[in-house]
């Protein structure tokens, strides 16, 4: 008995290392340019905090094994975040610029792709004045009447993390997120916990259709990428701005901020952002995973 569980141990694993094999080469083959990328950009991945990355080694080694044919292996473990860098670092220009047609298409196709919701940067035939640019921190705003930094968080680890940005002297553009205290609701407060500051006051055709922009743009949920790290966040917009002379295209809450990695001690970095159709309000707000 135990030289039969023996071999059929051996078998399994024989068969496990076949299949690993075969998931390398498939791999390679499909995501060379990515793959080569990737060997040329290792410093650069470590650099962005990835994190726990899913590990695609043979067993037994730390590496991932690529066929007989290609010596060479790459001694960090995969995320699907990094094919999702590669391809938007092909085509977003070297400069922070307004993106052709054809760039804002092709990167909106992967943003869907890859983060599983519908991105784009046209919504019922309305649009911000670009889709990339440089994103700022913003303060809390307040939720409600007599809302303050005593009140505003739900838990000390919140408090302490998020604390020191303070709050706005005043409004957003659309007031209130909520009547009361006692009115508001788990979505009113994760529109101001993940909210996104637009210049709506330069989308196209804004000035003469104010009233139908502005009931538009309240709350609308926003797609916002970090192409430099492949972190994405479902947020929703909460105010406008900034103003043009701050050099900066859009600003985001602390929540924001902070999960992008666009602390960099300016607090300011590009980002991508684009409407997310969910006329359905299925999409949740906050942090969103890329698909596997």
Known sequence: ????????????????????????????????????????????????SLGSLILLASPGSPTLRLPDTQAQTFPIELDSKIFLISDLEKLLPQEIRELTPDEEEKIGQILSRDFGVKATAVLDGKRLNRSYG???????????????MSAHFDNPEEARLHYSSGMAPGLSAWGYFAPSKEQMTEEDKDRERYYIAVQTFLAPDFNQKVEQYRDFFRFRKMLVVNPQNGKGIVTAIGDAGPAV????HLGGSPEVMKYLERQDGRARGPVLYYFIDDSQNVVPLGPIDVVK
């Open 134 to 148: 440089l994103i700022g921190a913003e303060q809390h705003l307040a939720r409600f009447p007599g809302d303050n």
């Open 1 to 48: 008995m135990a030289v039969g569980r023996k071999r059929n141990y051996e078998k399994l694993k024989d068969k496990w290392i076949k299949k690993h094999e075969e998931l390398s080469a498939d791999l390679f083959t499909k995501h060379r340019e990515s793959l080569d990328w990737l060997s040329k950009n290792t410093k650069q991945i470590a650099a962005t």
């Open 245 to 248: 002379w701050t050099g900066k």
